[in-house]
């Protein structure tokens, strides 16, 4: 039988139970739904950690502060992670040349009539202009594709140096809408301004900025800053010392097991942590490198993958069991058409093709229908979520190709039964 | 296919053809060496009481069976030793079946029923139009398109017959053609069929009603798996 009068006879198979053909098709809708969604949430929880450690390059080491929950907050674990352990550092530490150290803190920023609540920057003096070299803002209008240099960065007047930093100077540098709205639009740089009523000299103002990524722009309040010295900072803000947010950065990338070791054992010795009764380091500090960070999601995406591989199994199975079920059935009712049509001159291979194109058909159907209803439901599974599924594009073809081989392989054998019975017997059965 | 030549004239030659169907522990010896010889153009009727073994002999010699034992010589050809797909080809290319119970295809029209055996050649082109004809043959040629519910048993017993026509077989089988219609009816279902015979074509027939019986030239009598 020619290709087309099997297809239109396949066709018609189908169409003669709907409602059979609609419950068989559920089993695999259901599956590729669900692995297209899966596959979603994985990518796009992958996304996420990875725009999130985008900034941290590939010769630093993250360092923070471990914390633990006491009387329902968050409080330091051990020793906190100091200004000093940090601003020593590269002196102690053989293999790490430089560090970036920060605090963030509410404040009260006043001149003349003006005065706004927010949230107060310190930094050290390499952190500033690398905060922007980040890449996740530019300056408003910066042509696209064009390299970033950290002098852009500044509108007027300067950005504080070491020397301030280490003196504890009380200077300070405004974000773009900061100056708009302390000054009114008069020049601001050296001027004086109070922080939580001290003195405060600023010393420059940074270019009008926006986030690269335009999606982001509206939310964004960029240019509402106030950046400092971590020293000035930490005098003016807080009434004990906090923890400081620490980066540092190794001399030889090659070597960054070695330098995180340096650096564990520099800050055990700073925090006097030594081994436990089972010869273990109770650290109240934790390290990271870009490369821990991907391995690990690497690590959580495979098992991820593997999870879901089972659940499309399962799944799947499922359907294609159902496939079986309804086809085995199907074959039963039909066994005197398949009686005549045996004949007439069938051949066994005529009567597999055309059980084969049925469940074929089917399946290539439900596999569509089930990628439809996988894309619709994504944006569902975000709110579930609260993340970003982000459809994986290889997810289409995959899951068409197994919803086709699924019922290819669970069609198979009703198919061969059909084409197995003997035409006589066929022929009478009532 | 190595093919035996056997007489020029019979178109069907049986060899001590015999059919022993196991049903568990017991063997039922349906057919025990029958030898027949049916020539081209012969109208035969096979009769015998129920049991006899008439049915299981329309079986091999439509090649929807294999015979335990015995030769099957059909138009000079051995086919008893066919494979599958080999009497599956005999049927579409030398066979025309007639049933009792008609066994149209339900969801097919009329045209498309008695095209059936054509889709399942290599070459379908045509085959609607030589359905066509084959239902002209047979009177129906204002009822192509109705499908088998809507038609009554003599019509849906002559969409049978051109379905058993249209590959232009060397033989007609007929099994009970009458046995579900009303003697009117039968009546004229045997006359479409002697007609048939009368253009050349070799019908066998099995009955057990005489009358219809007294269509054919001869009649081959059955029991007990023999002839007699």
């Known amino acids: 039988m020619s290709f087309l009068n099997t297809l239109r006879t396949a066709l018609r198979g189908i169409s003669m139970n709907k409602l059979r053909a609609a419950l068989t098709a559920l089993g695999i809708i259901i599956g590729v739904a669900s692995v297209i969604t899966t596959l979603a949430l994985g990518n ?58 920060s605090v963030q803190g509410e404040g009260k920023v006043r001149h003349g009539p003006h005065v706004l609540d927010m949230t107060i920057i310190g930094l050290t003096a390499d952190a500033l202009l690398g905060a922007a070299e980040q890449g996740q803002v530019q300056p408003v209008g910066w042509p696209e594709g064009e390299a970033l240099h950290v002098e852009a960065f500044i509108d007027h007047g300067r950005a504080f140096t070491t020397e301030e930093v280490l003196g504890q100077a009380d200077v300070c540098v405004l974000g773009y809408q900061t100056a708009e709205d302390l000054f009114e639009g008069d020049e601001s740089v050296g001027e004086v301004i109070r922080v939580n009523r001290e003195r405060c000299l600023v010393i420059g103002v940074i270019a009008e900025l926006e986030t690269v990524d335009p999606k982001q722009r509206s939310r964004s309040r960029v240019n509402e800053a106030l950046y400092m010295p971590i020293s000035t900072a930490i005098k003016n803000l807080y009434d004990e010392e906090p923890s400081v947010a620490l980066v540092a950065h190794v001399e030889d990338e090659s070597r960054m097991a070695e330098a995180k070791a340096q650096v564990a054992a520099y800050l055990r010795q ?71 049509r045996m004949a007439v001159g069938a051949r066994q291979r005529d009567i597999v093709a055309q059980f084969m194109l049925e469940t074929t058909l089917l399946s290539a159907a439900s596999g569509l229908l089930g990628i439809a209803v996988g894309i619709l439901i994504i944006p569902l599974a975000a709110i579930l979520n609260q993340g970003t599924p982000v459809l994986d594009p290889f997810s289409i073809p995959i899951s068409f190709i197994v919803a086709l081989l699924t019922g290819t392989i669970f069609g198979l054998y009703p198919a061969i039964r059909a084409a197995g019975f003997n035409p006589v017997r066929a022929l009478r059965y009532e | 296919m190595k093919a035996k030549r056997s007489s020029k004239h019979n178109l069907i030659e049986t060899h001590d053809l015999t059919k022993v169907y196991s049903m568990g522990e017991t063997e039922v010896r349906a057919l025990q060496g029958v030898d027949i010889r049916v020539e081209k153009g012969e109208f035969i009727a096979l009769m015998g009481p129920s049991g006899s073994g008439k049915s299981t002999l329309m079986h091999l010699l439509g090649c929807l069976d294999t015979p335990t034992e015995g030769r099957y010589v059909l138009e000079g050809q051995d086919v008893s030793t066919l494979s599958n797909d080999e009497r599956a080809r005999v049927r579409n290319r030398h066979i025309g079946f007639v049933f009792q119970t008609f066994n149209l295809l339900s969801r097919l029209s009329a045209l498309e029923n008695v095209a059936l055996p054509l889709l399942y050649r290599r070459e379908a082109e045509g085959a609607l139009q030589r359905a066509s004809e084959a239902l002209s043959r047979v009177g129906l040629e204002e009822r192509t398109t109705h499908r088998p519910a809507e038609m009554s048993g003599g019509e849906r017993q002559r969409v049978a017959i051109a379905r058993a026509l249209v590959v232009d077989p060397a033989l007609i089988l007929a099994d009970e053609p009458t046995g579900n219609l009303d003697s009117t009816t039968g009546t004229t279902i045997m006359h479409l069929l002697r007609s048939l015979n009368e253009e050349g074509r070799t019908v066998v027939l099995v009955t057990h009603d005489a009358q219809v019986a007294d269509f054919a030239h001869r009649t081959l009598l059955m029991c007990d798996g023999r002839m007699v």
């Open chain 1, 270 to 340: 700073r925090h006097n942590i030594e081994k436990d009764s089972e010869g273990e380091y109770e650290d109240d500090f934790s390290l990271s490198t870009k490369k821990d960070i991907l391995g690990a999601q690497q690590e959580a995406a495979q098992t991820f993958s593997f999870l879901l591989v089972a659940l499309a199994i399962v799944s799947l199975s499922v359907g294609g069991i159902g496939i079986m079920n309804v086809m085995l059935v199907s074959v039963t009712e039909r066994t005197r058409e398949i009686g005549v």
């Open chain 1, 44 to 101: 796009g929880a992958r996304k996420a950690v990875e725009e999130k450690f985008r900034h941290l390059g590939s010769d630093e080491i993250q360092i923070s502060g471990k914390q633990t929950i006491e009387d329902g907050g968050l409080v330091p674990f051990g020793e906190i992670l100091s200004y000093e352990d940090g601003l020593l550092m590269p002196g102690e530490v053989e293999l790490i040349d430089r560090t970036e150290l």
